[in-house]
């Protein structure tokens, strides 16, 4: 390699995909910005993705639940951001003591609630239900998806 090559440098994030008792997906609300999220966020330097996901989770939510499989890995770059790739594992289902132990004492959050998958196109943004989707299908084949921009490759 020539030391004119140039490297992609891209950002990595990760979040899980929680359910509720009736197969309903976790959607939170940041408290910095409009877009709804899932739970997650940067992983930091010496950090790994999955790493990441299990303190993202404790800091956001307050609870440590066990964080499952690796479900999709996104490549979405964005035009402000740069380059992304993104990971998204399973959290499972979260019961009902689970539910009451959580608290936003970040304050990086300010609620959560759980919506069929089928409906998170009016909820989230387009890359995000995309990806939401695609995980959550995933997780119903017992498989991994590799998407870019949210959408599987090959198609």
Known sequence: MSDQETFTVARAAAGALFFDEDGRVMIVQPSYKVNREI?????ERGETPYEACVREVR???????????????DWAPHPE??????F?????V???GALERITFADNELTGFGFHPVEDVDDLLSERMALRVKAA????DRGGLVYLEHGRAVPG
């Open 39 to 43: 739970p997650g966020g940067a992983v």
């Open 136 to 139: 959550a299908a995933a997780r």
């Open 59 to 73: 800091e956001e939510l307050g609870i440590q639940p066990p964080i499952g499989r690796l479900l999709a890995v």
């Open 88 to 92: 998204v594992f399973d959290g499972g």
């Open 94 to 96: 979260l019961d009902a």
């Open 81 to 86: 951001r740069g380059e992304m790739i993104l």
